[in-house]
T-cell receptor, first 115, second 109 residues
Framework: EPEVTQTPSHQVTQMGQEVILHCVPISNHLYFYWYRQILGQKVEFLVSFYNNEISEKSEIFDDQFSVERPDGSNFTLKIRSTKLEDSAMYFC?????????????FGPGTRLTVL | SQQGEEDPQALSIQEGENATMNCSYKTSINNLQWYRQNSGRGLVHLILIRSNEREKHSGRLRVTLDTSKKSSSLLITASRAADTASYFCATDADYKLSFGAGTTVTVRA
């Protein structure tokens, strides 16, 4: 069964460093998302992406964040200058334009630790 | 905010028993989805119920939706130890999911 994959599973970085989190959505999906979950808190929406542009972003998704679909398969989240409060689990999700079009399928997550 | 809120926060049951958890939300939705998360792991999609549906089944899962009360319930029948996880409802009004805080279910062998 197709699934969303994310790499790395765990990323440790120093405050102020740039990180790029990688996602490979399900191959025929066209809608892509990033969410995050700070330890012990709710899963929060960050950004949605369709047709090579951001559809919607939350207040969390400030100028330090960017997303990109550099090729036909990858979807990345970049944090330019990480802060301690960026430590969280980051989930990528994708959605098909057809069939079960409302269902978002999540990857296993990347745990980001900012020291 | 349209965020779902689950109740109870935690639930401990014996294997074989049923587990019921509830979700309330505030605004109109297109659909409501339930996800499972094992400790520190990813979100696994369980079931989606649309706003024009009242009940849906998938294996041992039964979901109800009452849009007049803005509430949903998830029932897991004949629970197993492997059902131990956190369960989240997520409301979808515009393809942006809003998650609740979750119900932590512990199934005792």
């Amino acid at each position: 069964e197709p699934e969303v994959t994310q790499t790395p599973s765990h990323q440790v970085t120093q405050m102020g460093q740039e990180v790029i989190l990688h996602c490979v959505p399900i191959s025929n999906h066209l809608y892509f998302y990033w969410y995050r979950q700070i330890l012990g808190q709710k899963v929060e929406f960050l950004v949605s992406f369709y047709n090579n542009e951001i559809s919607e972003k939350s207040e969390i998704f400030d100028d330090q964040f960017s997303v990109e679909r550099p090729d036909g398969s990858n979807f990345t989240l970049k944090i330019r200058s990480t802060k301690l409060e960026d430590s969280a689990m980051y989930f990528c999700a994708s959605r098909s334009p057809t069939g079960l079009a409302d269902t978002q399928y999540f990857g296993p997550g990347t745990r980001l630790t900012v020291l | 905010s349209q965020q779902g809120e689950e109740d109870p926060q935690a639930l401990s049951i014996q294997e074989g028993e049923n587990a019921t958890m509830n979700c309330s939300y505030k605004t109109s939705i297109n659909n409501l989805q339930w996800y499972r998360q094992n400790s520190g792991r990813g979100l696994v999609h369980l079931i989606l119920i649309r706003s024009n549906e009242r009940e849906k089944h998938s294996g041992r899962l039964r979901v109800t939706l009452d849009t007049s009360k803005k509430s949903s319930s998830l029932l897991i029948t004949a629970s197993r130890a492997a059902d131990t996880a956190s369960y989240f409802c997520a409301t979808d009004a515009d393809y942006k999911l809003s998650f609740g805080a979750g119900t932590t279910v512990t199934v005792r062998a």
